[in-house]
């Protein structure tokens, strides 16, 4: 079974720290797809990144960067230099190519609060 | 411009009336998926169809119903013998497992 665990419930940090939100993964299928999202306060789902399972380059978009690690069945993510703006829920979430189950696994979420 | 659609937004319902929730999507994605989200306790998989006429029953199934008559629809239904049903209920679709999911704004049910 797919599971998804976002230990982090809450993170507190000061406006240009960084901060990263862990993410653990739990799949037997060697082929695998990881996805961060972001939750605003307006409530809509944005899609952040999505990783395969052949791939763990590590991947850098503007102040966002992600670490996958198969070994430790992680995908975490990191902000530099965070803002405001990046104040929301932010979700992992696992999907597997199942053939005839495929789903998609949210974590619990983490929420980020950016203090100005 | 190609979305998807949830509606209504605020939806109030009896105890022991059964509501249906609207999703809609022009995006041509085969997949389609309803949450339930709590606070605190993240996103929880309701029932999710990969393909019209055929559905699976997700984590959190009972209380609730579904139908995917058309590729373009996946209305979510209340029943009552959902024992708590406020909660905020979002629907996605993807193309397929491995892409992206593009979700609704939501609607939030409340049971008066």
Known sequence: AQKVTQAQTEISVVEKEDVTLDCVYETRDTTYYLFWYKQPPSGELVFLIRRNSFDEQNEISGRYSWNFQKSTSSFNFTITASQVVDSAVYFCALSEENFGNEKLTFGTGTRLTIIP | ?112
């Open chain 2, 1 to 112: 411009d190609g979305g998807i659609t949830q509606s209504p937004k605020y939806l109030f319902r009896k105890e022991g009336q059964n509501v249906t929730l609207s999703c809609e999507q022009n995006l041509n994605h085969d997949a389609m998926y309803w949450y339930r989200q709590d606070p605190g306790q993240g996103l929880r998989l309701i029932y999710y169809s990969q393909i019209v006429n055929d559905f699976q029953k997700g984590d959190i199934a009972e209380g609730y119903s579904v139908s995917r008559e058309k590729k373009e629809s996946f209305p979510l239904t209340v029943t009552s013998a959902q024992k708590n049903p406020t909660a905020f209920y979002l629907c996605a679709s993807s193309w397929r497992v491995e892409t992206e999911a593009f979700f609704g704004q939501g609607t939030r049910l409340t049971v008066v």
